[in-house]
């Protein structure tokens, strides 16, 4: 019967959860605090990243170059924002005004629940577990929070560190370019269900790595590499003749991220250096590359980290 009653009420039933887990975000603030000026205290109660506010404002009436009364100071270029990751948000500020930020959070959650209830699906879990383990996935951070809180751990700390970056509502990473990681998860996992490498998919898969490029390029490079070792682990030595059979997949793919990739060159060539510097582009010398290289083996032979590695192995397994 729940099964039944969640097929058919599925898209109600994933709006009902979203508006009833941010209605508490918004609603205790305003017990404890009921003097305080209802739009003050939205603006600080979103989870939005404090640079991003007014880019997106710039971005919404096309100047991507903004000054901000320093014209003295930096040279007239474009700003390193993630530009594709506040796409999404522009829209809803151009729609919804000041409060764009509370429709975004509805729209990105049921969306998330959504994207996730389905891929529990395909594996297989019935409609009311797929339910349970959405909603689960998406209080997961905010659980190892409070268990941070109460027990001062190492070890959890590094799980509040690394489940913030699965998926919350700052905005916009990793609320909205998070929805990109998933959704491309979700299509190859089709793909690996019903093996048609349709055009259709191969656009779409090409479209949210390209979002990603322009959102958070080490979102980009992961998917590469998971699209990679998929066609290893599933064709091994028959990889070759698969990609000439399904050429016309692998083209659309391809061309599509290209476009991407070229437009992402030309925008890092017209960003000014400071900023280019606040999203991670540095020089570096012979000596930094060392060390880098040095810390990477360092951090692979780290024993946490192999235990996780062959933890989730053995899961996979």
């Known amino acids: 019967m729940k099964n039944y ?55 919404s009436n096309f100047i991507f170059s903004p000054l901000y009364g320093l014209e003295n100071e930096l040279d007239h270029k474009n700003l390193a924002f993630p530009y594709l990751a506040l796409f999404i948000p522009i829209i809803f500020l151009k729609l919804f005004g000041p409060l764009f930020y509370i429709y975004m959070e509805f729209f990105a959650l049921t969306f998330f629940l959504i994207v996730i209830y389905k891929i529990f699906i395909l594996l297989n879990f019935n409609n009311f577990l ?47 370019t998070n929805l990109y990681f998933f959704s491309f998860i979700f299509i190859l996992m089709k793909i690996n269900f019903d093996k048609k490498y349709s055009i259709k ?9 390209g979002l990603s490029i322009h959102s958070l390029f080490f979102m980009a490079i992961i998917k590469f590499f998971i699209l990679f070792f998929y066609l290893i682990v599933n064709y091994k030595k028959e990889i070759f003749k698969m990609i000439i059979y399904n050429k016309k997949f692998f083209l659309v793919l391809s061309l599509t991220v290209i476009v991407f990739l070229i437009t992402f060159i030309i925008h890092l060539n017209n960003v000014s250096p400071d900023n280019a510097k606040v999203i991670g582009l540095h020089d570096l010398n012979y000596d930094q590359k060392i060390n880098l290289v040095k810390y990477t083996i360092k951090y692979f032979s780290n024993n946490f980290f192999l235990l996780l590695f062959f933890s989730n ?5």
């Open 313 to 317: 192995l053995i899961l996979f397994l």
């Open 201 to 209: 998919r191969s656009f779409f898969l090409g479209l949210l790595t």
């Open 130 to 176: 797929s339910l349970l383990g959405a909603c689960f996935l998406f209080l997961l951070p905010k659980i190892f929070i409070e268990l941070n809180y109460l027990f001062n751990f190492e070890i959890l700390q590094i799980m509040k560190n690394n489940f913030q970056s699965f998926y919350t509502l700052r905005m916009p990473r990793p609320l909205i």
């Open 5 to 59: 009653l969640l097929k058919k009420n599925t898209l109600s039933i994933f709006f009902l959860i979203s508006f009833f887990l941010l209605l508490s975000r918004f609603l205790l603030p305003s017990l404890y605090y009921p003097g305080e000026e209802s739009f003050i205290r939205l603006q600080f109660e979103t989870k939005t990243g404090s640079s991003y506010l007014p880019i997106i404002k710039s971005y």
